[in-house]
């Protein structure tokens, strides 16, 4: 593989008018001694949509997860740097990381409903957070799996168990799930990985849709992916972001070797 150097660099700054949903300020991860993220700042533009792409191992994974601080619940991680969101690090040990959550959900690879009706997997965590209006529960229930593109294939069957759906249909509830709680920021971390091209295809308008209402962050090996649903994309490699540009730029004219080896496929 070919040795890029790390100091070859090129981050682009958004202009002071644009709205910045999340951004991380040197941002280190830590696996007990092993640094795997090597102080990242980024900005996170605001119904945006975002994709981290790099070679496997570089690092996008765990960048994305300690952004909602899904690493905090790794034995022995530990995340230096900030995270701001509307003004507050909630990298701080002050943040209701359970609150936290509430804005900035996350969608994972391989689709994990609870073994629960349809209709329990999206209302779950909102009963938790003490809503308990029927009315208000079908109604977030309706919006979301049609938000999400399920909702004239399960209309009729709300009640059966989620685990009875196919898998491209499971990782749709999982959205419709994460969006019920009315999140700002979704990440998703390769969310079409386990699905055939039609669930793909729908799941990405489903992502440009949710843009009206959201941000999204995503973690995808799928250059055609990342080319078609995102904005700005960010080259990972060996720990640290080497691009970060509008994703037409990455995609025709990087500015860094790496990158074009990565995207055009001359890379390793
Ligand atoms: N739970 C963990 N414990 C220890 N080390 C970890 C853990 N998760 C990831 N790592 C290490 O952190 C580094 C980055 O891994 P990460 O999974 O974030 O990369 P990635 O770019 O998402 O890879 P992939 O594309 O293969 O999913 C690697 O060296 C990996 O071995």
Redesign the pocket.
Known sequence: MANYSLDDRFIRTLPDSTEVAVATKDLR?F??D?E??HGVSLPFERYKITA?I????????????SINRM?DN?Y??RVTGQIMYRGVDINSDAVDVYEMRKHIGMVF?RPNPFAKSIYDNITFALKRFGVRDKATLDQVVETTLKQAALWDQVKDKLHQSALALSGGQQQRLCIARAIAMKPDILLM??PASALDPISTAALEDTMKALTEQLTIII?T?NMQQAARVSDYTAF?YN?QCLEFDETRKIFTRPKIQATDDYVSGNFG
């Open positions: 991860v696996y007990g092993h795997a993220i981290l790099g070679p496997s191992g570089s690092g996008k994974s765990t960048y994305l997860r690493n790794i022995g991680s690879q971390d390769e973690v090996h990972f720990g």
